[in-house]
């Protein structure tokens, strides 16, 4: 059974302020896929990263940035310098690699509230 | 590219009414869809996978017969919710899986909120 939790069910920040956002998967797959999604009031999903398992290197794009750590099962998300328009609910999410890709297991998401 | 297109995206209707979603991708093939659903505040629940020319492969505690999926063709599939009640009321979010392989990402459609009165 694959399991993603977010413990942060609400982050608030002031704009220009850093926020990390994170996110623990559970898993038995040796292999694996791992996202982040956004999804704004509107409350369509905007697709931010894909990050297989076995890719640690971190990356950056932007004023996002994500870390990858195997070891402990996290893949924490950070947005520098908020603005007001990160304000959105973001999803960390997870599929098996392979024929059993098709699933995504969500976690419970994390509101992030960025005030002018 | 990998536009996926949800319709309607806001219904209200009475109890016993049954409602018509369609999800259609609309710059790609897609043999295979996902259907979500989402409470509110809530995280989103994967109720079935829908595949071009075969039956739904619908998630445990999930009705077959309440929640009719069709994926009739390569960019369309549509969630009929059947005499749908006030507790179906709900965000229901598809989404399409792009050609190029089962690792390939799902883009998701911008979703439909359903309310039963």
């Known amino acids: 059974a694959q399991k993603v939790t977010q413990a942060q069910t609400e982050i608030s920040v002031v704009e220009k302020e850093d926020v990390t956002l994170d996110c623990v998967y559970e898993?038995?797959?040796?292999?694996?896929?791992l996202f982040w999604y956004k999804q704004p009031p509107s409350g369509e999903l905007v697709f931010l990263i894909r990050?297989?398992?076995?890719?640690?290197q971190n990356e950056i794009s932007g004023r996002y940035s994500w870390n990858f750590q195997k070891s402990t099962s996290s893949f924490n998300f950070t947005i520098t310098a908020s603005q007001v328009v990160d304000s959105a609910v973001y999803f960390c999410a997870l599929t098996p690699y392979g024929a059993a890709g098709n699933k995504l297991t969500f976690g419970g998401g994390t509101r992030v509230l960025v005030k002018p | 590219g990998a536009v996926v297109s949800q319709h309607p995206s806001w219904v209200i209707c009475k109890s016993g009414t049954s409602v018509k979603i369609e999800c259609r991708s609309l710059d790609f093939q897609a043999t295979t869809m996902f259907w979500y659903r989402q409470f509110p505040k809530q995280s989103l629940m994967l109720m079935a996978t829908s595949n071009e020319g075969s039956k739904a492969t619908y998630e445990q505690g999930v009705e077959k017969d309440k929640f009719l999926i069709n994926h009739a063709s390569l960019t369309l599939s549509t969630l009929t919710v059947t005499s749908a009640h006030p507790e179906d009321s709900s965000f229901y979010i598809c989404?399409?899986?792009?050609?190029?392989?089962?690792?390939?990402?799902?883009?998701f459609g911008d979703g439909t909120r359903l309310s039963i009165l």
């Open positions: 990050r297989n398992s076995f890719d640690e």
């Open positions: 898993t038995r797959d040796t292999t694996y896929y």
């Open positions: 989404s399409a899986r792009t050609e190029g392989g089962i690792n390939q990402p799902q883009h």
